[in-house]
């Protein structure tokens, strides 16, 4: 089912010449996950505020084009009760604290007394959230005093929180370390299993190889290429569009010079060299 669409959406910001996103047409479907991936300033987490109606709400400058959301113009939700249907993690951590608690576990209430949630719930909900996210240790602490990786965590717990039906990361693990980062990758698989939908802005393609369902390259503001995981990250073509490849489908094509499918995984690789072997 779609659940995003956005037609022929191009968008300038206030007084800059150039278009931050030029004529982009994209579906997003209710329950799958979305790789985007691109350069620096490519338009990623513009598109990002487009679909969660930041832009031109809050940023102004000339949208043109349609963005719907279950088939209702963007434009005509009311963004405050809009946010509780869209989380989004800011690329920077530092402005994702609301700067008004002041421990973790008041900061994770804080988006749920918000939108009204009874108190009975968030009693049930912040301790599960606060050990699903490992935040037992930090849960007294002034959300100031948090490194950037542990306030990418909080910040996520609190859009967990919400339970949004769609959840953006905008480089979600850029502060994290590898195994942080495992941990949020398999946090998003088990929102998907939950049924969410989910758009994740990530440099690290590998781990896109094995959580993604779809993947979203983005150049010079405009969609490059749009396709499944196992498509568009096993296509060297993506080089040239500021795309990398994960290193399992770059192994395949420059050392084995693969020639069928190319397989974007480990266990995919593993498969495929114990299927050559039997042959
Ligand atoms: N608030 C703003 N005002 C004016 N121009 C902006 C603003 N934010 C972004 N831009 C411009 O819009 C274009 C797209 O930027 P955007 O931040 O969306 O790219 P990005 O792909 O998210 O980049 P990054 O990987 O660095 O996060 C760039 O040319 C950028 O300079
Ligand atoms: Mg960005």
């Not at 996103?21 to 487009?50: A, F, R």
């Amino acid at each position: 089912m779609s659940l995003i669409e956005l037609k022929n959406v191009s968008y300038r910001y206030p007084l800059e010449a150039e278009l931050a996103i030029d004529g982009v047409s994209v579906t997003i479907e209710k329950g799958k996950v979305y790789g985007m991936i691109g350069n620096n300033q490519s338009g990623k987490t513009t598109l990002c505020n487009i679909i969660r109606g930041f832009i031109p709400e809050m940023f102004l400058g000339d949208l043109t084009g349609d963005v719907f959301y279950k088939g209702k113009s963007v434009a005509s939700y009311n963004i405050g009760a809009f946010a509780a249907e869209i989380g989004y993690s800011s690329q920077n951590p530092f402005t994702q604290i609301s700067g008004v608690k002041d421990t973790v576990e008041e900061e994770i209430a804080y988006g749920m007394e918000n939108i009204g949630i009874p108190l009975e719930r968030m009693n049930e909900t912040i301790p599960k959230l606060i050990e699903l996210f490992h935040l037992e240790e930090l849960k007294a602490k002034n959300p100031y005093e948090l490194s950037g990786g542990q306030k990418q965590r909080v910040a996520l717990a609190s859009i967990v929180a919400l339970d949004p039906e769609v959840i953006i990361l905008d480089e979600p693990t850029s502060q994290l370390d590898p195994q942080s980062t495992e941990e949020v990758f398999k946090i998003i698989s088990m929102l998907k299993k939950r049924g969410k939908t989910i758009i994740v802005v990530e440099h690290k393609v590998d781990l896109l190889a094995e959580f993604c369902d779809e993947i979203i390259l983005m150049e010079k503001g405009q969609i490059v290429e749009f396709g499944p995981a196992h498509k568009v990250l096993s296509d060297p073509r993506i080089l040239a569009h500021g795309g990398s490849l994960p290193q399992v489908s770059e192994f395949f094509i420059t050392h084995l010079h693969e020639k069928g499918a190319i397989p974007i995984t480990m266990s995919q690789a593993i498969k495929k060299l114990k299927g050559a072997e039997a042959t």
